[in-house]
Nanobody, 118 residues
Framework: QVQLVESGGGLVQTGGSLRLSCAASGRTFSNYGMGWFRQVPGKEREFVATIWSDGTRYHADSVKGRFTISRDNAKNTVYLQMNSLRPEDTAVYYC????????????WGQGTQVTVSS
């Protein structure tokens, strides 16, 4: 069982930055593929970024060049650095983990709210 706890959300102005963190329990964190998703009320959850166990990473086109996913296996933590934030980035951001680098995610955090004011 893996538990994920997100932090770092908040209120920021357009053009500002935030760094989200996701702390994971468990001794095999380095083997997990990790991801960030976001959801706005009334809409489906949206993929933001993923990082594989070997460090390979992918970002959604909507955030490419502005957001960066990274991981620190020594700290069992994955990060999402968000720069040049826009009002449309406002959402609840979720961290997720999966036992492989492909397929569905097995574990989810509780989410952290990010609000970007115009």
């Amino acid at each position: 069982q893996v538990q994920l706890v997100e932090s770092g959300g908040g209120l920021v102005q357009t053009g500002g930055s935030l760094r989200l963190s996701c702390a994971a329990s468990g001794r095999t964190f380095s083997n997990y593929g990790m991801g960030w998703f976001r959801q706005v009320p009334g809409k489906e959850r949206e993929f933001v970024a993923t990082i594989w166990s070997d460090g390979t990473r992918y970002h959604a086109d909507s955030v490419k060049g502005r957001f960066t996913i990274s991981r620190d296996n020594a700290k069992n933590t994955v990060y999402l650095q968000m720069n040049s934030l826009r009002p449309e980035d406002t959402a609840v951001y979720y961290c997720a983990a999966r036992r492989n680098n492909f397929g569905r995610y097995d574990y989810w955090g509780q989410g952290t709210q990010v609000t970007v004011s115009s």
